[in-house]
């Protein structure tokens, strides 16, 4: 709504933005990303999911209305600049505690303790990417601020990352600045949070966890890189929290996904980069948002037709609302991650399944009623009436989600099997699975190649010697 607005006013034509009261502070905070710190908006009392439609005509007639009027007939206060530091301006000198003090009470840390950024550490990052300090990656909403390499440095310093992870920094930055990705919706009300999964010779490389523990603090690697996207997040991007991150119930920073990829060459199976349109052995990293995620135990049997009715039950208990981004504006953007560990696609694999056959087994078995589908639209997306038969009529979505009027016909809560994404890592010895509820095109999947430099050999010898 801001963003129309902002086109508007700079068009010349007034505009008014209808915000709900607990969105008030995000649009202050969102519009000086928009470079229109004044930008009109009218109060809407409340929250319209909760009210009768009495109060709701009420506020909206006695508050809403009125302040309409006001911000179409009145011309915009003018507003005031803030001047920020430069990019290699010392912004505070002192020790360990003051500099954290610093970082804390200027909100630049998650309230844990930082590394401090100094000239010296940062250097020695930016001598793992042949990138210029200077090179921008893009412009990131909502602050509007350009993602520069320098800015990568600092933050990676900060989040407690070793010097020779910055070629995985960089690329994770490249995809944040995907538009396919979202980065904008990266503080929408479900409180989403990024997994970042990691592929090729760099896991070893780097020593990242694969095995037992999976998705666990602990391990630097996995852990550091996991805290520093959530810092980019709020220092450069600019999602922090009462202010453009409105997460109701927020997930942390999750660590590193690194996939078992000696299991997956032992079995025959493609790793995720290939999925994502790589090749096998490119280091590669791929980001998408999730809105939770469950761990589901003892997937027992000894054979395909015995496990996976276990995995699709459990991705059918993680995905309610979210089948919203199957139709509705979603549009087919639900990209499911289910994360197995070693001995149950050794076991599917001894079959002779391969991991598309795993998906087009969810893909068929992962199933709703059309009616319970249906209701869980109604109810989820505040929209009285909602009906498959008229979206697969107007060519919307597929016609697999009415293939008969029987309310109780089985449908797919994806388009088509590879919208199913599925991870190889944890205890290679325990049969458990991992499901994530993906959060549409909010976080779209989005991967991208590692760079690393000419020297990465001696670099990273030398990195580890000391």
């Not at 912004?91 to 009470?105: I, P, Q, S, W």
């Not at 930082?114 to 990052?125: L, M, S």
């Not at 996995?222 to 709020?234: A, E, H, P």
Request: net charge negative; glycine share 8%; aromatic share 10%.
């Amino acid at each position: 709504m801001l963003r129309a607005s902002a086109i508007c006013e700079e068009a010349g034509y007034p505009s008014a933005s209808l915000v709900c009261e607990g969105f008030m502070g995000q649009a202050a905070t969102s519009s000086v990303g928009l470079g229109m710190p004044t930008i009109p908006v009218a109060l809407v009392p409340g929250h319209v999911g909760t009210q009768t439609k009495d109060e709701l005509r009420r506020n909206i007639l006695e508050v809403t209305t009125r302040q309409v009027a006001q911000c179409l007939m009145r011309e915009p206060a003018s507003a005031s600049t803030t001047i920020e530091p430069g990019p290699r301006d010392i912004v505070v000198r002192g020790g360990f505690k003051a500099v954290n003090r610093y970082f804390y009470e200027n909100e630049l840390s998650d309230g844990l303790p930082i590394v401090p950024p100094t000239r010296e550490a940062i250097e020695e990052f930016l001598r793992f990417t042949p990138r210029h300090a200077d090179e921008s990656l893009g412009v990131l909403l909502p602050d509007s601020r350009s993602a520069t390499i320098w800015s990568i440095a600092v933050n990676g310093v900060m989040a407690g990352c070793r010097p020779e992870y910055m070629p995985i920094l960089v690329a994770l930055v490249e995809a944040m600045c995907d538009p396919d990705y979202g980065v904008e919706h990266s503080g929408n009300t479900p409180g989403a949070d990024t997994l970042i999964i990691l592929n090729g010779p760099i896991i070893k490389d780097l020593g990242f966890n694969y095995t037992q523990g999976a998705l666990r603090d602990g391990f630097m690697p996995n852990t550091s890189i996991g805290r520093f996207w959530r810092l980019y997040l709020r220092n450069v991007t600019g999602f922090l929290p009462h202010k453009n991150d409105k997460a109701t119930y927020g997930n942390t920073w999750r660590v590193v996904l690194a996939e078992n990829e000696d299991v997956l060459r032992e079995i025959g199976w493609e790793p995720n980069s290939v999925d994502m349109g790589f090749n096998a052995g490119d280091n590669t990293v791929t980001i998408a948002r999730y809105t939770g995620g469950g761990s589901y135990s003892s997937v027992s049997g000894s054979t395909p037709e015995q496990m996976l009715p276990y995995v699709a039950d459990s991705v059918l208990k993680l995905h309610t609302w979210q089948l919203h981004f199957t139709v509705s504006h979603g549009n087919g953007t639900l990209r499911p991650l289910v994360v197995l560990t070693p001995i149950i696609v050794k076991t599917i694999a001894k079959a002779g399944w391969s991991k598309l056959d795993v998906k087009r087994y969810l893909y068929e078995h992962a199933r709703l009623p059309a009616c319970e589908f249906e209701r869980y639209l109604r109810d989820w997306t505040i929209r009285g009436t909602w009906n498959l038969e008229e979206d697969v009529r107007f060519g919307r979505i597929p016609k697999v989600f009415f293939e008969s009027s029987d309310p109780n016909r089985l449908v797919p809560i994806v388009w088509e099997p590879e919208d199913f994404m599925i991870a190889v890592t944890g205890d290679p010895l325990r049969n458990n699975l991992y499901v994530f509820a993906h959060n549409g095109f909010l976080g779209y999947p989005t991967a991208k190649k590692i760079e690393l430099p000419r020297d990465w050999e001696r670099l990273l010898a030398a990195a580890q010697e000391s």
